[in-house]
């Protein structure tokens, strides 16, 4: 029986000089191609190029491999430039759901926009953010003063949402994180668990006086007033993983760090 042929492999790198070495030597060993032409891309650097690879291809959905030249690396293999096509017949395939965000402006614009880790609201003044919530079409805080909120998937519950007290989410949860940012009033509030499913509504209250930016990721819309965050089921990204490098026992294991 013939071997399947190899696939066609293409590299992209962070900005540090390591990243971009790394990627030459990569490319000329493995024949790289364009990332429009690929089998697999190989992403070189932190978390932060991982999620703009996501980006750059949720429309062509191409698997990629990260390898870790960069800071974090959570989303990131170990890099070794030797061994790399037997590495990724054997890695696990993961599935990744992203959010999107549907924002309004205070000129009337709307901008609809994917999120793979969270959508996050922080206000843009001194002056404490006033938010209405709802989820699902009820209000579940006609009032929130804070200096912001997120709702985060389970695969970026472990980035901005831990940093701001909210739960881990296993990968198969198949919930989201509605955390908030400093929350003032209600004081005790510490956020929510949601189905996957839901939809979230927040509406920015005296928004003149207290501007609010809302961020899907990297892309930031700002001085919105009213922000609507669903799951993106009609998205689906696939990210690969060393079978030693499992993410879902890395994000249980977060949640017994010191």
Known sequence: MAA??????????????????????????????????????????????????????????????????????????????????????KARHVSLTPLRMVATNDRGKTH??????????????????????????????ADLYCDGALVATPAGST????????????LGADLLALTPINAFRPRRWRGALLPRDSRVEFTILESKKRPVAAAADSVEIANVVKVVVTEAADIGLTVLFDPEHDLEERILKEQFAP
Request: glycine residues 10%; proline residues 6%; positive net charge.
């Open 4 to 89: 399947s042929p190899a696939p066609r492999l293409a590299f992209v790198a962070g900005p540090t000089k390591a990243a971009r070495i790394a990627k030459a030597a990569l490319e000329k060993r493995y024949d790289g191609v364009s990332p429009a032409g690929a089998d697999i891309i190989v992403a070189l650097g932190g978390d932060g190029l991982m999620l703009q690879t996501l980006h750059r291809n949720l429309r062509r959905r191409t698997p990629i491999f990260g390898m870790n030249l960069g800071t974090v690396g959570f989303l990131m293999n170990t890099f070794r430039a030797a061994g790399l096509p037997a590495r990724l017949r």
């Open 112 to 141: 609809d926009v994917i999120a793979i880790n969270e959508v996050s609201l922080l206000r843009s003044s001194r002056q404490t953010a006033r938010i209405g919530v709802k989820v699902d079409g009820t209000v579940r805080l």
């Open 159 to 170: 980035a901005y949402n831990l940093s701001a007290h909210g739960p881990i989410l296993p």
